[in-house]
C-alpha cells in the first residue's frame, strides 16, 4: 500500500492505496465521486474526464498513486460554478443529452473550451468536443447547448 495526500474538490484528502489503483477508481470509491463515468477505460471517451492541476485529464488512465500533492476538481466539487450551472441549464434546454452517461464528461470539457476560447463557431467545437464520445445524441444537441451555454455566458462578461 502507499500513502497519498491531495486535494479533491477543495478537501484534503489522505489515504492508503494500492499502486495500481486507477485514478478514477480511486475518486469514484474513496470521494464518491460518482460523476466520473467509465466507458473505455483506455483515454478515448472522455467518460472520465476530470480536472488535474487546472488542466482537463482522462482519470481512467492516470495512477492514484502519481497524484500526490495534486489539486483535482471533478463535476461534484464544480456544481455551483457558474459555467457549469449554465452549461447544466443549456443541456437541458436544447436536449444535449439522452441516456446522460457522456454528460459529466461533456460538461467539464465544455467548461474548459468556453474558459479558453469564449465562443467557438460549430466548426471548431466539434473538432474540440472530439475526444468526448456520445452513443445517443447524434451530437448536434451537444454542440447547440455549448454554443447556448457560452453565449449566455458571454452576455455576462
Ligand atoms: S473511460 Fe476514460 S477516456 Fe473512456
Ligand atoms: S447522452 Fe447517452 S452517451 Fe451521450
Known amino acids: ?60 488512465i492516470a495512477l492514484a498513486a502519481t497524484m500526490d500533492g495534486a489539486e483535482i476538481w471533478t463535476l461534484e466539487g464544480l456544481k455551483d460554478d457558474p459555467a457549469i450551472v449554465q452549461l447544466r441549464q443549456s443541456f437541458h434546454e436544447c436536449h444535449g443529452l439522452q441516456c446522460g452517461y457522456c454528460t459529466p464528461g461533456m460538461l467539464i470539457t465544455a467548461r474548459d473550451i468556453i474558459a479558453r476560447y469564449g465562443e467557438p463557431d460549430e466548426k471548431f467545437l466539434r473538432e474540440a468536443l472530439a475526444g468526448n464520445i456520445c452513443r445517443c445524441t447524434g451530437y448536434a444537441g451537444i454542440v447547440k447547448a455549448v454554443q447556448h451555454a457560452a453565449a449566455q455566458l458571454a452576455r455576462r462578461d
Open 1 to 60: 500500500m502507499q500513502i497519498i495526500k491531495l486535494r479533491v474538490n477543495g478537501e484534503e484528502v489522505e489515504t492508503a492505496i494500492d499502486p495500481r489503483t486507477t485514478l478514477a477508481d480511486f475518486l469514484r470509491q474513496h470521494v464518491d465521486a460518482r460523476s466520473i463515468h467509465l466507458g473505455c477505460e483506455h483515454g478515448v471517451c472522455g467518460g472520465c474526464t476530470i480536472v488535474i492541476n487546472g488542466k482537463m485529464a482522462r482519470s481512467c
